[in-house]
């Protein structure tokens, strides 16, 4: 595989035991690619990830939820059809909302699916690409990859280039899981210790939405990896259970801080526009997080979403990594965060 000479840095090792002092990342922010390269290549396939590995991401994200059969499979939604062929597949296999339910076929089905460049339905019928602009919404030979194939695709590129890339795994959804009889979060540890990962906590994060679900995490699985709590915004409609506005409280980072070892807010949380000098007006977020040891990783960066105000997307690395000064951020884009960063911090 080819690698690209973008100035990767080393690893840095933010990470102590849980319960003991946090390691905070100096200089450094660690560029996560959000469902691998996805601003080039459909989300979450394996051709996506080696194109973030090759373009130096320090970490490559995975979504995940379960098949009928338990298989922990890299898949963003728990529905299939904004990045699937399952329409044309299994055309008569939708619940009565319409919608096709990961859980519902097993590993044998999904792997029939071909994976398209995300797409939604239009108001009279039509279906078109999210982002316009990126991969062609056009039929591929890609497929819905497992866990342990992402996992073992990444540990092979990792020892062919002599970096330690790591991992960033989102539960998706698990009291939906959970209704359905389905554990995620057993699941995915199970996974991560077949192939060795289990106890790598410099090299692999769990993050969530759910906050009860980090907590059976942390207290009843008792897994040392680190742990990030996401933060949606209210709006969403995300969890209904989870009060997100409290959580971004200096009541609710207190308690975040019991279980956690980080936050991962919506960009726009720490952004906040511009004042009438045209500066950039920030929220106390990442400095209230960072006097409670918690590490901050916002999503997500896109050049072709930008936030209003924002002209392109090296006036929002240097607004996240530089002013507001996160630890790391989400990118479609991994090439172009890894180059502000080298290019910013070269001696």
Same mark, same amino acid.
């Given at each position: ?8 840095? +080393?690893?840095?090792?933010? =990470? ?17 690619? &959000? ?26 994200? #995975? ?12 898949? &963003? ?14 055309? /008569? ?22 994976? @398209? %460049? ?52 989102? +539960? ?29 906590? *410099? ?18 699985? #008792? ?12 709006? =969403?409609? %995300? ?7 409290? +959580? ?13 070892? /980080?936050?991962?807010? =919506?960009?726009? &949380? ?26 901050? @990783? ?6 072709? @979403?930008?936030?209003?105000?924002? *002209?392109?997307?090296?006036?929002? &690395?240097?607004?996240?990594?530089? #002013? ?19 290019? *910013?911090?070269?001696?």
């Amino acid at each position: 595989m080819p690698r690209l000479a973008l100035g990767c840095c +080393l690893l840095v090792l933010l =990470w102590a035991k849980p319960g003991s002092a946090l390691l905070m990342a100096a200089d450094t922010p660690l560029v996560i690619a &959000h469902r691998g390269a996805s601003g080039y290549l459909p989300e979450h396939t394996l051709p996506a990830k080696a194109m973030a590995h090759a373009m130096g991401a320090d970490y490559l994200e #995975q979504d995940v939820v379960l098949t009928r059969d338990g298989v922990p499979i890299v898949l &963003h939604d728990i529905h299939l059809e904004p990045t699937t062929d399952v329409e044309q597949v299994f055309p /008569g296999r939708a619940r009565e909302d319409g919608r096709f339910y990961a859980i519902d076929f097993d590993l044998a089905e999904i792997r029939r699916l071909r994976v @398209h %460049e995300r797409s939604r339905r239009t108001p009279d019928g039509r279906e078109e690409a999210v982002f316009s602009g990126r991969f062609p919404l056009q039929p591929t030979s890609l497929q819905v990859p497992t866990l342990a194939e992402e996992i073992a695709l990444i540990d092979g590129m990792n020892r062919s280039s002599g970096r330690r890339a790591g991992l960033y795994i989102e +539960l998706k959804a698990p009291q939906f899981h959970r209704r359905a009889g389905q554990d995620i979060a057993r699941a995915v540890l199970q996974v991560l210790r077949d192939t060795g990962y289990s106890e790598r906590t *410099e090299q692999v994060y769990l993050q969530c939405f759910d906050d009860a679900t980090l907590r059976y995490l942390r207290s009843e699985l #008792q897994t040392s990896l680190p742990l990030i709590q996401l933060i949606a915004d209210k709006a =969403w409609g %995300e969890d209904s259970a989870v009060d997100y506005d409290y +959580l971004r409280s200096a009541a609710g980072l207190d308690e975040v801080a019991t279980y956690a070892d /980080g936050i991962g807010p =919506w960009i726009m &949380h720490i952004y906040l526009g511009r004042d009438a000098t045209g500066a950039a007006r920030l929220s106390d977020l990442v400095d209230q997080a960072h006097a409670r040891n918690l590490l901050v @990783h916002p999503f997500t960066l896109r050049s072709d @979403h930008l936030p209003a105000g924002i *002209e392109d997307l090296d006036t929002l &690395h240097n607004i996240l990594l530089d #002013q507001a000064g996160v630890d790391g951020a989400f990118t479609d884009f991994p090439d172009r965060m890894r180059a502000y960063i080298d290019r *910013e911090r070269a001696p």
